[in-house]
């Protein structure tokens, strides 16, 4: 394992190590296996969801409960589940691929699609015994039965251990007794199986269950009504009450206690996948934003012809291909490390579980980069498409509302920005990532005297792989120093923690745009990339000017007098560009070739 150790970065190692762009997987690399799949989950996006979008906004609960089960006879559900269990056994690219592809048409699909086959199934193959994997697996994957989390409570959101709903082991020890509320809990309309978490007596933490759920004989499950919701319509979310509902004592999953670990776990796949499930729509969004701007004419001007036009298109061109680069990338490092776990000797859910908490870290980042991402591009949508944007009967409408749900669920944005950092410091402490010997070097460099040399920055992204170097630098700066400063009470300052978040984030989405970029203008040519380069550029200018706003409020926050002046001085020097790029000129550029293309084109 060591060898093939030293090949793949171990989650949070890309801010201290360099990435060569021959070491990142692009979608440009999608093998035959996975273009076709690809090609398939479009098809049937376009046939089965898209066609009926009325419907669901209509909130018709049954018809996502129908494409659910077509999308189980075409085996999309299985996609991730291990052939032994009566899937399809494909990797981590393919299972991301598909949550990307199927995921335009509609959020209430997405969401019922990927509340089934990740935290509904996911508990089941990363923990389940071999028993529990062989009873319930097979039917979640063909769609026979459909699965539901439950682990928010009224009292318990974002503090998920906290719940109260109770589980008490029979008197002979051979059932529990569920008692409690749940609420938020999507495809609890439809479901046959739930991943429940309860407490046992006064447990520091839950316990996960596998509880079937069969309207004929409903154990003491009742539902509540379907919420009405901003989006996401016919997702079918209700809340969930436990009454004495007995379940039997194999049924609970890992051991006693385990469920805030198996939660947080799930959460982890959800949040990459649910990056993933972004990405369709946004690209959607500018295909349908670009061609209505080129046909609507005002001043007697295709409005996409306007300046003012031509900035939207192309900021969420570069977001949307950002967000792309990212979870690609991300997506084949936790497939490399399973694949390597598996070779050294691991079973493939050993493996697959550390391969996922491996990139902890990549998942938070993702989820809150792309879930932000896609809103944006929605509320840029609807503004091209002027008052038509704001009425129901165009497609920004819905794609604005159903955009809102992804910034709140599987963890909310702030919970994920402040993991991202913790999450990191902790793996600094564990030796998994070394961020002291790095941070120290920087702290010399600030001392020492600047070099005032330009650098020959003639060839292609060579100043902007330095810029990502030094934002690299900036983060150990200002994340070096909060710690510094705070030690373990850093926890208690949530603005610090999240402008360290937001810094390492820019970071990681705009290395990934220009990493792909540059290894795709190596196989084909800088003209053939031309309008890629200007978005890696663009995205990269932007996160630049996010890094210097908030380390500023960072260090102004923790440091004072010279030490203050020292960091605001490097900062300066961190985020200072030796040739400004042209971002008038690189928007001008994106956008006529989206509108050349009439689409998303990249
Ligand atoms: C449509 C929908 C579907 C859902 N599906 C499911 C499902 O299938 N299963 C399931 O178990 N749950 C589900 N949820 C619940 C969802 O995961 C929670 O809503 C989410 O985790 C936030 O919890 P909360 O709503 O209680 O908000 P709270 O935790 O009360 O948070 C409110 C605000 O306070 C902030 N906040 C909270 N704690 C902190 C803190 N320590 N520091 C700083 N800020 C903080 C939050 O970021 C947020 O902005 C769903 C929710 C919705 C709306």
């Avoid at 032994?84 to 991301?96: E, I, L, P, R, W």
């Avoid at 447990?203 to 009504?225: A, C, H, M, S, W």
């Avoid at 009405?228 to 809340?239: F, W």
Wanted: with cysteine; hydrophobic share 40%; glycine share 8%.
């Amino acid at each position: 394992m060591a060898d093939l150790e030293k090949d793949i970065l171990r989650g949070g190692q890309f801010l201290v190590k360099e990435t060569n762009c021959d070491d990142v997987f692009t979608p440009e690399d999608f093998s035959e296996e996975q273009a076709m799949m690809k090609d398939s989950v479009m098809e049937f996006n376009d046939r089965e969801i898209i066609p009926h979008k009325a419907r669901f906004e209509a909130k018709d609960y049954a018809l996502t409960e129908d494409v659910m089960r077509k999308a189980g006879d075409m085996g999309f559900l299985s996609v991730a589940v291990p052939e032994a269990y009566g899937g399809m056994g494909m990797g981590f690219v393919s299972t991301v691929l598909t949550c990307d592809y199927i995921s335009s048409g509609t959020g209430s699909f997405s969401t019922a699609f990927g509340a089934h086959t990740g935290i509904g199934t996911m508990p089941i193959t990363l923990y389940g015994t071999e028993e529990q994997k062989q009873k319930y697996v097979p039917k979640l994957a063909s769609g026979e039965w459909f699965g539901a989390y439950c682990l928010t409570e009224p009292g318990a959101g974002s503090d998920a251990n906290s719940g109260k709903t109770t589980a008490e082991l029979s008197a002979d020890g051979k059932s529990y007794k569920i008692n409690g509320q749940k609420m938020w809990i999507s495809n609890a309309g439809f479901c046959s199986v739930m991943i429940v978490f309860a407490r046992i007596e006064d447990d520091k933490n839950i316990t996960g269950f596998i509880v079937e759920y069969d309207t004929e004989n409903p154990n003491g499950i009742t539902l509540g009504e379907e919420e009405h919701k901003l989006g996401i319509r016919a997702s079918s979310t209700r809340q969930v009450f436990f009454n004495d509902t007995v379940v039997p004592a194999e049924n609970m999953l890992a051991g006693r206690g385990e469920g805030f670990k198996i939660a947080m776990n799930a959460l982890n796949v959800g949040r990459i996948k649910l990056a993933a499930a972004c990405l369709d729509s946004q690209r959607r969004i500018l295909t349908t934003a670009v061609n209505y701007a080129t046909e609507r004419k005002q001043f007697k001007t295709p409005i996409a012809d306007f300046g003012a036009i031509k900035v939207k298109l192309a900021e969420m061109a570069a977001s949307a291909y950002a967000g792309e680069s990212a979870t690609y990338r991300a997506a084949k490092n936790i497939e490399d490390r399973i694949a390597m776990r598996e070779a050294a000797g691991n079973t493939h859910q050993e493996a697959e579980l550390k391969g996922v908490e491996e990139y902890a870290i990549e998942c938070s980042i993702l989820k809150v980069a792309v879930s932000e991402d896609v809103q944006n591009c929605a509320d840029e949508g609807i503004q091209i498409f002027g008052g038509m944007g704001f009425s129901e009967e165009t497609p920004m409408e819905s794609a604005w509302r159903d955009a809102r749900i992804a910034r709140i669920y599987e963890g909310t944005n702030e919970i994920n920005r402040m993991l991202t950092v913790g999450m990191l410091v902790k793996k600094a402490m564990k030796g998994h990532v070394d961020l002291l010997g790095p941070a120290s070097k920087v702290q010399e460099e600030l001392m020492g005297i600047p070099s005032f040399e330009t650098p020959d920055y003639s060839e292609l992204f060579s100043e902007e792989k330095e810029m990502i170097k030094k934002l690299k630098k900036a983060f150990l700066m200002v994340a070096g120093g909060a710690v510094q400063k705070y030690g373990p009470q850093l926890e208690d300052h949530q603005q610090l923690l999240i402008a360290a978040a937001d810094i390492l984030i820019e970071i990681y989405m705009a290395e990934s745009a220009i990493l792909r970029t540059e290894k795709n203008v190596k196989r084909t040519s800088e003209a053939e990339q031309s309008a890629q380069i200007a978005m890696a550029k663009l995205y990269l200018y932007h996160a630049v000017d996010i890094v210097e706003e908030k380390g500023k409020e960072s260090i102004i926050s923790f440091a004072e007098g010279d030490e203050q002046r020292m960091m605001l001085m490097g900062l300066k020097r961190f985020t200072k560009y030796a040739n400004y790029p042209d971002i008038v000129d690189l928007r001008i550029e994106i956008a006529e070739k989206v509108k050349a293309e009439g689409k998303y084109c990249f």
